[in-house]
């Protein structure tokens, strides 16, 4: 393994570490309406727990209001009682085969709450970023010990590593703003 490799793997890892972190905020209700909020809502599909998503289309009809249009007859009470059951506190209410999800507006408390979510959502990304930026250094002083570099590389090396653990942790920073300029803001 060389150095260039560390720091590819390093990369790779921490951009992860950010995707994880976006796809976590997605899920983080503001009170306006997105589909992906019931994509971990499970209904009840012949025996099998699925994604609502794959036993209904799941749309936006208007900016606090997602409607969910099952595919089967059979299936809207099912799915109108799983996201009822649901811990995002929802509550949904069926119009023939349609069912609306309005989307209940935020109290301050709620918002606060939030983005306390929110930065522990962030420290928790930072954490790993900062594993990954140790197991980095550790490999390189790994390599320096077995003397396949030399102690300038090494260091060279460590201070790549640390650049680029700035520039992700300064992206969690940026990505936590928003979501909390955006709870804070509806």
Same mark, same amino acid.
């Given at each position: 393994? $060389?150095?260039?490799?560390?720091? /590819?793997?390093?990369? !790779? *890892?921490?951009? #992860?570490? =950010?995707?994880?972190?976006?796809?976590? &905020?997605?899920?983080?209700?503001?009170?306006?309406?997105?589909?992906?909020?019931?994509?971990?809502?499970?209904?009840?599909?012949?025996?099998?727990?699925?994604?609502?998503?794959?036993?209904?289309?799941?749309?936006?009809?208007?900016?606090?209001?997602? $409607?969910?249009?099952?595919?089967? /007859?059979?299936?809207? !009470? *099912?799915?109108? #009682?799983? =996201?009822?059951?649901?811990?995002?506190? &929802?509550?949904?209410?069926?119009?023939?085969?349609?069912?609306?999800?309005?989307?209940?507006?935020?109290?301050?408390?709620?918002?606060?709450?939030?983005?306390?979510?929110?930065?522990?959502?962030?420290?928790?990304?930072?954490?790993?970023?900062?594993?990954?930026?140790?197991?980095?250094?550790?490999?390189?002083?790994?390599?320096?010990?077995?003397?396949?570099?030399?102690?300038?590389?090494?260091?060279?090396?460590?201070?790549?590593?640390?650049?680029?653990?700035?520039?992700?942790?300064?992206?969690?920073?940026?990505?936590?703003?928003?979501?909390?300029?955006?709870?804070?803001?509806?």
């Amino acid at each position: 393994m $060389s150095i260039a490799d560390i720091k /590819k793997n390093a990369e !790779a *890892k921490m951009a #992860k570490s =950010i995707e994880a972190l976006k796809n976590e &905020l997605h899920k983080i209700r503001t009170g306006r309406a997105h589909p992906g909020i019931l994509d971990q809502v499970s209904v009840d599909y012949y025996g099998s727990m699925v994604p609502i998503s794959q036993v209904a289309n799941v749309t936006l009809l208007d900016a606090r209001t997602i $409607s969910v249009q099952p595919w089967e /007859k059979g299936m809207g !009470a *099912k799915i109108e #009682k799983a =996201i009822r059951e649901s811990d995002l506190g &929802l509550n949904p209410a069926s119009q023939g085969d349609l069912i609306r999800v309005p989307m209940p507006p935020l109290t301050e408390e709620r918002r606060k709450d939030l983005t306390k979510v929110v930065r522990n959502a962030g420290e928790d990304a930072k954490v790993a970023v900062r594993n990954l930026r140790r197991d980095a250094n550790e490999q390189a002083k790994k390599l320096l010990k077995d003397k396949e570099i030399g102690e300038d590389d090494e260091r060279r090396s460590l201070d790549e590593v640390q650049k680029l653990t700035d520039r992700v942790i300064a992206e969690i920073d940026k990505l936590i703003s928003g979501k909390e300029a955006e709870i804070l803001a509806v």
